[in-house]
Protein backbone atom coordinates (compact mmCIF):
# COMPACT_ATOMS: atom_id res chain seq x y z
CA UNK A 1 0.00 0.00 0.00
CA UNK A 2 1.23 3.56 -1.07
CA UNK A 3 2.49 5.53 1.93
CA UNK A 4 0.09 8.67 1.18
CA UNK A 5 -3.11 6.23 1.29
CA UNK A 6 -1.69 4.70 3.98
CA UNK A 7 -1.38 8.44 5.86
CA UNK A 8 -4.81 9.02 4.61
CA UNK A 9 -6.42 5.20 6.15
CA UNK A 10 -4.69 6.61 9.64
CA UNK A 11 -6.01 9.86 9.37
CA UNK A 12 -9.10 8.91 8.34
CA UNK A 13 -9.78 6.43 11.08
CA UNK A 14 -8.57 8.80 13.89
CA UNK A 15 -10.90 11.42 12.15
CA UNK A 16 -13.56 9.01 12.76
CA UNK A 17 -12.60 8.06 16.01
CA UNK A 18 -12.34 11.66 17.61
CA UNK A 19 -16.07 12.98 15.86
CA UNK A 20 -17.72 9.44 16.98
CA UNK A 21 -16.70 9.71 20.12
CA UNK A 22 -17.24 13.53 20.34
CA UNK A 23 -20.06 13.95 18.93
CA UNK A 24 -21.67 11.01 21.30
CA UNK A 25 -20.11 12.75 23.82
CA UNK A 26 -21.48 16.20 23.14
CA UNK A 27 -25.32 14.69 22.21
CA UNK A 28 -25.16 12.51 25.82
CA UNK A 29 -24.46 15.77 27.56
CA UNK A 30 -26.83 17.87 25.80
CA UNK A 31 -29.66 15.08 26.59
CA UNK A 32 -28.43 14.62 30.01
CA UNK A 33 -28.88 18.44 30.63
CA UNK A 34 -32.29 18.45 29.16
CA UNK A 35 -33.36 15.60 31.54
CA UNK A 36 -32.01 16.60 34.51
CA UNK A 37 -33.83 19.97 33.77
CA UNK A 38 -37.04 17.78 33.29
CA UNK A 39 -36.64 15.60 36.25
CA UNK A 40 -36.15 18.62 38.41
CA UNK A 41 -39.31 20.38 37.22
CA UNK A 42 -41.07 16.84 37.70
CA UNK A 43 -40.16 16.99 41.24
CA UNK A 44 -40.84 20.46 41.64
CA UNK A 45 -44.21 19.97 40.09
CA UNK A 46 -44.89 16.79 42.51
CA UNK A 47 -44.56 18.94 45.42
CA UNK A 48 -46.48 21.94 43.91
CA UNK A 49 -48.99 19.27 43.61
CA UNK A 50 -48.85 17.91 46.93
CA UNK A 51 -49.09 21.56 48.46
CA UNK A 52 -52.48 22.42 46.39
CA UNK A 53 -53.44 18.79 47.63
CA UNK A 54 -52.81 19.55 51.18
CA UNK A 55 -54.70 22.79 50.75
CA UNK A 56 -57.40 21.67 49.48
CA UNK A 57 -57.81 18.45 51.80
CA UNK A 58 -58.02 21.55 54.87
CA UNK A 59 -61.09 22.98 52.51
CA UNK A 60 -63.12 20.18 52.64
CA UNK A 61 -65.99 20.22 55.38
CA UNK A 62 -64.85 19.41 58.72
CA UNK A 63 -67.63 16.99 59.46
CA UNK A 64 -65.37 14.27 57.96
CA UNK A 65 -63.13 13.45 60.56
CA UNK A 66 -60.87 10.94 57.75
CA UNK A 67 -61.11 12.94 53.53
CA UNK A 68 -63.26 10.78 52.07
CA UNK A 69 -62.34 8.44 48.43
CA UNK A 70 -64.94 10.63 46.78
CA UNK A 71 -62.84 14.26 47.81
CA UNK A 72 -59.94 12.70 47.06
CA UNK A 73 -61.16 12.42 43.70
CA UNK A 74 -62.57 15.77 43.56
CA UNK A 75 -59.32 17.43 44.64
CA UNK A 76 -57.28 15.40 41.69
CA UNK A 77 -59.53 15.56 39.22
CA UNK A 78 -59.80 18.94 39.41
CA UNK A 79 -55.99 19.42 39.92
CA UNK A 80 -55.81 17.37 36.49
CA UNK A 81 -58.01 19.95 34.71
CA UNK A 82 -56.10 22.83 36.45
CA UNK A 83 -53.24 22.02 34.96
CA UNK A 84 -54.60 20.90 31.66
CA UNK A 85 -52.01 21.05 28.81
CA UNK A 86 -49.12 20.96 31.20
CA UNK A 87 -49.03 17.51 29.71
CA UNK A 88 -49.21 16.00 33.43
CA UNK A 89 -50.88 12.48 34.36
CA UNK A 90 -51.87 12.06 38.31
CA UNK A 91 -52.67 9.19 40.47
CA UNK A 92 -53.52 9.02 44.20
CA UNK A 93 -53.20 6.10 45.95
CA UNK A 94 -54.01 5.21 49.76
CA UNK A 95 -51.89 3.16 52.30
CA UNK A 96 -53.15 -0.19 50.96
CA UNK A 97 -52.26 0.22 47.71
CA UNK A 98 -56.04 1.38 46.15
CA UNK A 99 -55.94 3.14 43.43
CA UNK A 100 -58.49 6.50 44.57
CA UNK A 101 -57.68 8.83 41.26
CA UNK A 102 -55.77 7.68 38.21
CA UNK A 103 -55.80 9.85 35.09
CA UNK A 104 -56.53 8.42 31.54
CA UNK A 105 -53.61 7.04 30.43
CA UNK A 106 -51.25 6.78 33.63
CA UNK A 107 -49.76 3.46 32.77
CA UNK A 108 -47.11 3.25 35.28
CA UNK A 109 -46.82 0.34 37.78
CA UNK A 110 -46.77 0.60 41.00
CA UNK A 111 -43.54 0.00 41.84
CA UNK A 112 -42.22 3.03 42.91
CA UNK A 113 -45.05 3.25 45.91
CA UNK A 114 -42.95 0.22 47.63
CA UNK A 115 -39.72 2.88 47.45
CA UNK A 116 -41.68 6.31 48.86
CA UNK A 117 -41.15 6.81 52.26
CA UNK A 118 -42.95 9.31 53.88
CA UNK A 119 -42.16 13.34 53.37
CA UNK A 120 -39.58 11.82 50.60
CA UNK A 121 -39.91 12.37 46.95
CA UNK A 122 -38.25 9.37 44.72
CA UNK A 123 -38.40 9.44 40.68
CA UNK A 124 -37.71 6.91 37.85
CA UNK A 125 -37.61 7.51 34.31
CA UNK A 126 -39.93 4.50 31.98
CA UNK A 127 -40.39 3.80 28.61
CA UNK A 128 -44.19 3.11 27.69
CA UNK A 129 -44.11 1.58 24.07
CA UNK A 130 -42.57 4.79 22.19
CA UNK A 131 -42.98 7.25 24.91
CA UNK A 132 -40.68 7.79 28.15
CA UNK A 133 -42.04 9.19 30.64
CA UNK A 134 -40.18 10.48 34.70
CA UNK A 135 -42.70 9.00 37.12
CA UNK A 136 -42.95 10.74 40.55
CA UNK A 137 -43.64 9.79 43.94
CA UNK A 138 -44.75 11.70 47.11
CA UNK A 139 -46.65 10.92 49.91
CA UNK A 140 -49.38 13.69 50.68
CA UNK A 141 -50.85 13.82 54.32
CA UNK A 142 -54.56 14.89 53.83
CA UNK A 143 -56.70 14.81 57.09
CA UNK A 144 -54.79 12.03 58.92
CA UNK A 145 -54.40 10.05 55.69
CA UNK A 146 -51.50 9.35 53.76
CA UNK A 147 -51.89 8.95 50.14
CA UNK A 148 -49.61 8.73 47.44
CA UNK A 149 -49.48 11.55 44.58
CA UNK A 150 -47.94 9.94 41.71
CA UNK A 151 -47.30 12.46 38.45
CA UNK A 152 -45.85 10.93 34.97
CA UNK A 153 -44.32 13.67 32.88
CA UNK A 154 -44.01 13.40 29.51
CA UNK A 155 -40.35 13.68 28.20
CA UNK A 156 -40.48 11.74 24.85
CA UNK A 157 -39.82 15.13 22.97
CA UNK A 158 -35.98 14.90 25.01
CA UNK A 159 -35.26 11.27 23.34
CA UNK A 160 -36.61 11.93 20.71
CA UNK A 161 -34.04 15.32 20.44
CA UNK A 162 -31.32 12.82 21.48
CA UNK A 163 -32.07 10.17 18.62
CA UNK A 164 -32.48 13.50 16.15
CA UNK A 165 -29.20 14.58 17.43
CA UNK A 166 -27.28 11.13 17.00
CA UNK A 167 -28.84 11.38 13.58
CA UNK A 168 -27.62 14.44 12.32
CA UNK A 169 -24.35 14.08 14.27
CA UNK A 170 -24.11 10.78 11.93
CA UNK A 171 -24.48 12.64 8.85
CA UNK A 172 -22.31 15.67 9.64
CA UNK A 173 -19.25 12.98 10.70
CA UNK A 174 -20.00 11.25 7.36
CA UNK A 175 -19.97 14.44 5.77
CA UNK A 176 -16.89 15.84 7.19
CA UNK A 177 -15.14 12.20 6.68
CA UNK A 178 -15.58 12.55 2.80
CA UNK A 179 -14.63 16.58 3.01
CA UNK A 180 -11.75 15.46 4.77
CA UNK A 181 -10.50 12.43 2.94
CA UNK A 182 -10.73 14.74 -0.47
CA UNK A 183 -8.47 17.22 1.76
CA UNK A 184 -6.25 14.46 3.18
CA UNK A 185 -5.65 13.30 -0.32
CA UNK A 186 -4.35 16.72 -1.48
CA UNK A 187 -2.30 17.11 2.16
CA UNK A 188 -0.86 13.72 1.96
CA UNK A 189 0.73 13.53 -1.50
CA UNK A 190 1.54 17.27 -1.20
CA UNK A 191 3.27 15.78 2.00
CA UNK A 192 4.96 12.54 -0.08
CA UNK A 193 6.19 14.48 -2.92
CA UNK A 194 9.65 14.57 -1.75
CA UNK A 195 9.84 10.65 -1.76
CA UNK A 196 7.92 10.17 -5.08
CA UNK A 197 10.31 12.35 -6.64
CA UNK A 198 13.46 10.44 -4.36
CA UNK A 199 11.76 7.52 -6.07
CA UNK A 200 11.63 8.49 -9.37
CA UNK A 201 15.42 9.95 -8.83
CA UNK A 202 15.99 6.23 -7.53
CA UNK A 203 14.45 4.43 -10.37
CA UNK A 204 16.51 7.19 -13.34
CA UNK A 205 19.76 6.36 -11.49
CA UNK A 206 19.03 2.29 -10.94
CA UNK A 207 18.39 2.51 -15.09
CA UNK A 208 21.61 3.88 -15.61
CA UNK A 209 20.68 7.74 -15.51
CA UNK A 210 23.43 8.65 -13.05
CA UNK A 211 23.54 12.53 -13.82
CA UNK A 212 19.41 12.62 -12.50
CA UNK A 213 18.91 14.41 -9.42
CA UNK A 214 15.80 14.56 -6.94
CA UNK A 215 14.08 17.95 -7.25
CA UNK A 216 14.48 19.26 -3.66
CA UNK A 217 10.28 20.52 -3.03
CA UNK A 218 10.77 21.18 1.01
CA UNK A 219 12.81 22.51 3.69
CA UNK A 220 12.38 20.14 6.43
CA UNK A 221 13.86 16.27 7.10
CA UNK A 222 12.71 15.11 3.74
CA UNK A 223 13.80 17.95 2.24
CA UNK A 224 17.68 16.97 3.83
CA UNK A 225 16.99 13.36 2.92
CA UNK A 226 16.85 14.56 -0.53
CA UNK A 227 19.79 17.04 -0.32
CA UNK A 228 21.64 14.16 0.88
CA UNK A 229 20.71 11.99 -1.80
CA UNK A 230 21.65 14.34 -4.44
CA UNK A 231 25.11 14.13 -2.72
CA UNK A 232 25.43 10.65 -2.46
CA UNK A 233 23.92 10.83 -6.42
CA UNK A 234 26.61 13.17 -7.40
CA UNK A 235 29.87 11.54 -5.63
CA UNK A 236 28.46 8.10 -7.43
CA UNK A 237 28.35 10.13 -10.58
CA UNK A 238 31.90 10.60 -9.72
CA UNK A 239 32.90 7.85 -8.86
CA UNK A 240 31.16 6.06 -12.17
CA UNK A 241 33.00 8.56 -13.90
CA UNK A 242 36.45 7.68 -12.76
CA UNK A 243 35.71 3.82 -12.76
CA UNK A 244 35.01 4.22 -16.85
CA UNK A 245 37.26 6.52 -17.24
CA UNK A 246 40.08 4.27 -15.81
CA UNK A 247 38.23 0.94 -17.88
CA UNK A 248 39.19 3.18 -21.02
CA UNK A 249 42.56 3.79 -19.68
CA UNK A 250 43.18 0.44 -19.65
CA UNK A 251 41.23 -0.60 -22.15
CA UNK A 252 43.34 2.05 -23.96
CA UNK A 253 46.43 0.79 -22.65
CA UNK A 254 46.18 -2.77 -23.32
CA UNK A 255 44.72 -1.76 -27.00
CA UNK A 256 48.32 -0.34 -27.28
CA UNK A 257 50.10 -2.54 -26.08
CA UNK A 258 49.34 -5.34 -28.46
CA UNK A 259 50.04 -2.93 -31.10
CA UNK A 260 53.06 -2.12 -29.69
CA UNK A 261 54.05 -5.72 -29.33
CA UNK A 262 52.28 -6.72 -33.14
CA UNK A 263 54.86 -4.24 -34.89
CA UNK A 264 58.36 -6.16 -33.53
CA UNK A 265 57.00 -9.58 -33.39
CA UNK A 266 55.76 -9.78 -37.25
CA UNK A 267 59.10 -8.73 -37.86
CA UNK A 268 60.73 -11.00 -36.05
CA UNK A 269 58.14 -13.75 -37.18
CA UNK A 270 59.05 -12.68 -40.57
CA UNK A 271 63.11 -13.02 -40.06
CA UNK A 272 62.88 -15.72 -38.43
CA UNK A 273 60.92 -17.70 -41.32
CA UNK A 274 63.14 -16.33 -44.05
CA UNK A 275 66.31 -17.80 -41.76
CA UNK A 276 64.64 -21.13 -41.10
CA UNK A 277 63.41 -21.26 -44.92
CA UNK A 278 66.08 -20.43 -47.16
CA UNK A 279 69.17 -20.56 -47.30
CA UNK A 280 70.72 -16.09 -47.39
CA UNK A 281 73.94 -15.44 -47.91
CA UNK A 282 75.94 -14.42 -44.69
CA UNK A 283 75.19 -11.03 -45.14
CA UNK A 284 71.70 -11.11 -44.95
CA UNK A 285 71.86 -14.40 -42.51
CA UNK A 286 73.15 -11.84 -40.28
CA UNK A 287 71.35 -8.58 -40.74
CA UNK A 288 67.88 -10.90 -40.44
CA UNK A 289 69.52 -12.02 -37.08
CA UNK A 290 70.67 -8.43 -36.09
CA UNK A 291 67.19 -7.42 -37.16
CA UNK A 292 65.72 -10.14 -34.60
CA UNK A 293 68.40 -8.81 -31.86
CA UNK A 294 67.35 -5.27 -31.75
CA UNK A 295 63.44 -5.83 -31.91
CA UNK A 296 64.09 -8.68 -29.24
CA UNK A 297 65.70 -5.93 -27.47
CA UNK A 298 63.41 -3.30 -27.62
CA UNK A 299 60.68 -5.61 -26.72
CA UNK A 300 62.75 -6.69 -23.73
CA UNK A 301 63.27 -2.76 -22.89
CA UNK A 302 59.73 -2.13 -23.26
CA UNK A 303 58.74 -5.12 -21.00
CA UNK A 304 60.94 -4.18 -18.10
CA UNK A 305 59.53 0.05 -18.62
CA UNK A 306 56.00 -1.60 -18.53
CA UNK A 307 56.67 -3.61 -15.00
CA UNK A 308 58.78 -0.45 -14.11
CA UNK A 309 55.15 1.34 -14.27
CA UNK A 310 53.02 -0.84 -12.54
CA UNK A 311 55.23 -1.65 -9.78
CA UNK A 312 55.59 2.31 -9.65
CA UNK A 313 51.62 2.58 -9.74
CA UNK A 314 51.37 0.21 -6.78
CA UNK A 315 54.42 1.24 -5.12
CA UNK A 316 55.07 4.00 -2.73
CA UNK A 317 57.96 6.57 -2.58
CA UNK A 318 60.31 6.16 0.29
CA UNK A 319 61.00 10.51 0.85
CA UNK A 320 64.00 11.30 1.98
CA UNK A 321 65.61 14.51 1.86
CA UNK A 322 68.27 14.27 -1.32
CA UNK A 323 70.42 17.43 -1.79
CA UNK A 324 70.21 18.48 -5.25
CA UNK A 325 73.86 18.26 -5.95
CA UNK A 326 74.12 14.64 -5.93
CA UNK A 327 71.38 13.96 -8.28
CA UNK A 328 73.18 16.42 -11.03
CA UNK A 329 76.40 14.69 -10.21
CA UNK A 330 74.80 11.34 -11.21
CA UNK A 331 73.30 13.16 -14.23
CA UNK A 332 76.91 14.72 -15.17
CA UNK A 333 78.28 11.44 -14.73
CA UNK A 334 76.30 10.07 -17.16
CA UNK A 335 75.70 12.56 -19.81
CA UNK A 336 78.30 14.96 -19.55
CA UNK A 337 81.33 12.22 -21.11
CA UNK A 338 78.52 11.74 -24.31
CA UNK A 339 79.75 13.84 -26.92
CA UNK A 340 76.54 13.68 -28.92
CA UNK A 341 74.93 16.69 -27.56
CA UNK A 342 76.11 20.36 -25.67
CA UNK A 343 74.87 19.14 -22.14
CA UNK A 344 74.81 22.46 -19.96
CA UNK A 345 73.98 21.60 -15.97
CA UNK A 346 73.15 24.72 -13.55
CA UNK A 347 71.94 24.23 -10.79
CA UNK A 348 71.14 25.84 -7.09
CA UNK A 349 71.83 24.13 -4.15
CA UNK A 350 69.10 22.75 -1.94
CA UNK A 351 67.59 19.61 -0.59
CA UNK A 352 64.85 18.11 -2.11
CA UNK A 353 62.16 15.73 -0.27
CA UNK A 354 62.28 12.48 -2.86
CA UNK A 355 63.15 9.18 -3.48
CA UNK A 356 66.36 9.95 -5.01
CA UNK A 357 66.50 6.78 -7.29
CA UNK A 358 63.22 7.28 -8.97
CA UNK A 359 63.74 11.38 -9.69
CA UNK A 360 67.09 10.28 -11.02
CA UNK A 361 64.71 8.22 -13.90
CA UNK A 362 62.52 11.09 -14.66
CA UNK A 363 65.53 13.21 -15.27
CA UNK A 364 67.49 10.50 -17.39
CA UNK A 365 64.02 10.12 -19.05
CA UNK A 366 63.70 13.42 -19.82
CA UNK A 367 67.43 14.05 -20.91
CA UNK A 368 66.81 11.21 -23.30
CA UNK A 369 63.19 12.10 -24.82
CA UNK A 370 65.64 15.56 -25.39
CA UNK A 371 68.32 14.04 -26.98
CA UNK A 372 65.98 11.94 -29.05
CA UNK A 373 63.81 14.85 -30.38
CA UNK A 374 67.45 17.06 -30.97
CA UNK A 375 69.91 16.95 -33.88
CA UNK A 376 73.45 15.81 -32.65
CA UNK A 377 75.30 18.67 -31.85
CA UNK A 378 72.42 20.64 -30.25
CA UNK A 379 72.37 22.45 -26.78
CA UNK A 380 70.65 20.59 -23.93
CA UNK A 381 70.22 22.79 -20.58
CA UNK A 382 69.30 21.12 -17.25
CA UNK A 383 68.51 23.51 -14.81
CA UNK A 384 67.42 23.55 -11.09
CA UNK A 385 65.97 26.62 -9.44
CA UNK A 386 64.35 27.51 -6.12
CA UNK A 387 60.54 28.77 -6.37
CA UNK A 388 58.22 30.03 -4.45
CA UNK A 389 56.07 26.74 -4.69
CA UNK A 390 59.59 24.38 -4.24
CA UNK A 391 62.28 23.38 -6.45
CA UNK A 392 61.69 23.11 -9.69
CA UNK A 393 63.54 21.11 -12.25
CA UNK A 394 63.64 22.16 -16.12
CA UNK A 395 65.30 19.93 -19.31
CA UNK A 396 65.06 22.66 -21.94
CA UNK A 397 65.90 21.61 -25.63
CA UNK A 398 66.09 23.01 -28.90
CA UNK A 399 64.45 20.41 -31.36
CA UNK A 400 61.29 19.28 -33.04
CA UNK A 401 59.37 20.26 -30.39
CA UNK A 402 55.81 18.95 -29.60
CA UNK A 403 52.24 20.58 -31.23
CA UNK A 404 50.21 21.70 -28.97
CA UNK A 405 47.50 18.95 -29.18
CA UNK A 406 49.91 16.60 -28.48
CA UNK A 407 51.15 17.91 -25.32
CA UNK A 408 48.27 16.51 -23.45
CA UNK A 409 48.87 13.53 -24.80
CA UNK A 410 52.16 12.56 -24.32
CA UNK A 411 52.33 11.23 -21.08
CA UNK A 412 49.77 8.09 -21.81
CA UNK A 413 51.56 4.78 -22.27
CA UNK A 414 52.49 4.02 -25.61
CA UNK A 415 51.83 7.58 -26.88
CA UNK A 416 54.34 8.76 -29.53
CA UNK A 417 53.49 12.01 -31.77
CA UNK A 418 55.51 10.27 -34.15
CA UNK A 419 56.04 6.84 -34.32
CA UNK A 420 58.23 5.76 -36.48
CA UNK A 421 60.85 8.15 -35.41
CA UNK A 422 60.20 7.39 -31.87
CA UNK A 423 60.74 3.38 -32.95
CA UNK A 424 63.45 4.02 -35.17
CA UNK A 425 65.36 5.57 -31.43
CA UNK A 426 63.94 2.95 -29.20
CA UNK A 427 61.29 4.41 -28.19
CA UNK A 428 57.72 2.74 -26.78
CA UNK A 429 56.01 5.53 -25.44
CA UNK A 430 56.37 4.58 -21.89
CA UNK A 431 59.14 7.29 -20.80
CA UNK A 432 57.07 10.11 -19.74
CA UNK A 433 53.84 7.60 -18.76
CA UNK A 434 57.13 6.15 -16.03
CA UNK A 435 57.49 9.69 -15.37
CA UNK A 436 53.91 10.77 -14.63
CA UNK A 437 53.68 7.86 -12.06
CA UNK A 438 57.25 8.00 -10.23
CA UNK A 439 55.96 12.00 -9.79
CA UNK A 440 52.52 11.09 -8.65
CA UNK A 441 54.24 9.47 -5.90
CA UNK A 442 56.00 12.60 -4.98
CA UNK A 443 52.55 14.89 -5.54
CA UNK A 444 53.83 16.05 -8.37
CA UNK A 445 53.24 16.35 -12.07
CA UNK A 446 55.27 17.02 -15.50
CA UNK A 447 54.99 20.66 -17.09
CA UNK A 448 55.15 20.46 -20.54
CA UNK A 449 55.69 24.10 -22.56
CA UNK A 450 56.53 23.35 -26.46
CA UNK A 451 56.41 24.65 -29.52
CA UNK A 452 56.95 22.70 -32.69
CA UNK A 453 60.25 23.78 -34.62
CA UNK A 454 61.44 26.05 -30.80
CA UNK A 455 61.94 22.99 -28.67
CA UNK A 456 60.69 22.12 -25.75
CA UNK A 457 60.76 23.04 -22.08
CA UNK A 458 59.72 20.39 -20.00
CA UNK A 459 59.92 20.75 -15.54
CA UNK A 460 58.29 19.38 -12.46
CA UNK A 461 58.54 20.73 -8.91
CA UNK A 462 59.42 19.12 -5.92
CA UNK A 463 59.03 20.19 -2.47
CA UNK A 464 61.91 21.47 -0.61
CA UNK A 465 62.71 19.70 2.62
CA UNK A 466 64.04 21.30 5.76
CA UNK A 467 68.16 21.27 5.87
P1 LIG B 1 59.36 7.47 -26.01
O1 LIG B 1 59.80 6.16 -25.50
O2 LIG B 1 58.73 7.37 -27.36
O3 LIG B 1 60.35 8.54 -25.87
P2 LIG B 1 57.92 8.97 -24.09
O4 LIG B 1 56.75 8.60 -23.28
O5 LIG B 1 59.15 9.32 -23.35
O6 LIG B 1 58.13 7.82 -25.09
O7 LIG B 1 57.49 10.17 -25.01
C1 LIG B 1 56.28 10.11 -25.71
C2 LIG B 1 56.38 10.94 -26.98
O8 LIG B 1 56.46 12.32 -26.65
C3 LIG B 1 57.60 10.68 -27.79
O9 LIG B 1 57.37 9.62 -28.66
C4 LIG B 1 57.79 11.98 -28.53
O10 LIG B 1 57.05 11.97 -29.70
C5 LIG B 1 57.23 13.02 -27.57
N1 LIG B 1 58.29 13.74 -26.81
C6 LIG B 1 58.69 13.51 -25.57
N2 LIG B 1 59.64 14.40 -25.19
C7 LIG B 1 59.83 15.20 -26.25
C8 LIG B 1 60.69 16.34 -26.49
N3 LIG B 1 61.54 16.80 -25.58
N4 LIG B 1 60.61 16.94 -27.70
C9 LIG B 1 59.73 16.48 -28.64
N5 LIG B 1 58.91 15.44 -28.48
C10 LIG B 1 58.96 14.80 -27.28
Known sequence: MKFSTKLLLCTM????AVLGLSGFYFVNYVFESSLEREIQQALDESSIL??????????????YDVLPDGSVFQIA????????????LLRITDEDGNVLYASEGFEADGRLLGQTEEGRKTYRVIETGKDFFIH?????NALDRLLYLETLKDVSEVFRERGLGFSVYRQLTILMLLLGTVIMHFISSWLTRPVRLLTRATKRMAAGDYSYRARKVSRDEL????????RMAAALEENIERLEEEIQAREDFVGAFA???????TSIIGYADMLRSRKLDEEKSFLSANYIYTEGKRLEAMSIRLLDIIVTRRGKAELAAVPVKALFGYLKDMFAVRED??????YEEGTVQAEAGLIETVLVNLLDNACKASEPGSRIEVEGRKTEEGYRFTVRDYGIGIPEKEQARITQAFYMVDKSRSRSRNGAGLGLALCTEILALHASRLEIESA???GSRIGFLLPEAAE
Do not use: C, I, W
Request: net charge negative; charged share 15%.
Open 50 to 63: RFAFETAALNVPVK
Open 223 to 230: GALTGDFN
Open 452 to 454: PGE
Open 77 to 88: SNMETGSQGAGR
Open 259 to 265: HELKTPL
Open 136 to 140: TSSTV
Open 13 to 16: MLMA
Open 341 to 346: MEYQFT
